[in-house]
């Protein structure tokens, strides 16, 4: 496995719908090394804070395998760091990446968090508000990662992959997670033992606290 790109965003102006917002989703190539961080990629701006970025979702690593993927179902070439990803590496699929594997990259060890859920954002990136439902069907999500040794990345770097804690969910599973519409109880809480994103983990918690609440009465029938 090795490292094909580096990408960082600078603000810019996305149309959602009716609404215009700032995004960082437009990456591009850093031709030199680059600096990583707890906090992510030196250069890279993450504007919505709410759903991105932070330090269990510092790095967002996407494959060469799923471009291909997305090329031949579009029929068209797309450029390196067109899904918003920072890192784009070689020699794996993005969905069987399991919770807590680790990656090194260059000087950089990356432990996996969470897969990508896609918004109205990445439709608009892509020029097609039902990209989305198209990404989702895919279920191609890339995956996010924490940061636990910073250092530097280049384009070359090999790329080695450490086993995570046995029984992990998956990175698609946690994708399938937010289009399941009741996720089996048991599976939940098992997923809260391993090294999930902050934000999966409220989600999971959620979604626990949501089947604990009783079901309001059925309205009486005659």
Not at 83 to 97: D, H, K, M, P, Y
């Amino acid at each position: 496995m090795k490292l094909l790109s580096v990408h960082v965003g600078q603000p810019t102006a996305v149309q959602v719908g009716p609404r215009q917002i700032v995004s960082g989703i437009h990456k591009h190539a850093v031709p030199s090394r680059v600096g990583v961080t707890a906090a992510g990629l030196d250069g890279d701006h993450v504007l919505n804070r709410k759903h991105h970025g932070g330090p269990d979702q510092a790095v967002y690593v996407y494959t060469r395998e799923d471009y291909a993927h997305w090329e031949e179902a579009l029929g068209r070439t797309l450029e390196p760091g067109t899904f918003g990803e920072n890192l784009l590496l070689e020699g794996l699929e993005s969905a069987g990446i399991a919770i807590g594997e680790r990656f090194r990259v260059g000087s950089v060890l990356l432990e996996v968090t969470a897969s990508r859920i896609p918004c109205a954002t990445l439709g608009a990136r892509m020029e097609d508000a039902s990209f989305v439902k198209q990404f989702a069907a895919a279920r191609r999500p890339g995956f996010y990662t924490r940061v636990l040794e910073g250092g530097d990345v280049g384009a070359g770097d090999p790329v080695t992959r450490e086993a995570g804690p046995a029984g992990a969910p998956r990175v698609v599973d946690t994708f399938d997670l937010w289009f399941t519409a009741q996720p089996p109880r048991e599976e939940l809480q098992r997923w809260l033992t391993f090294p999930l994103a902050v934000r999966l983990r409220r989600g999971v918690e959620e979604l626990l606290a949501a089947q604990d609440r009783p079901h309001p009465a059925p309205s009486p029938v005659g």
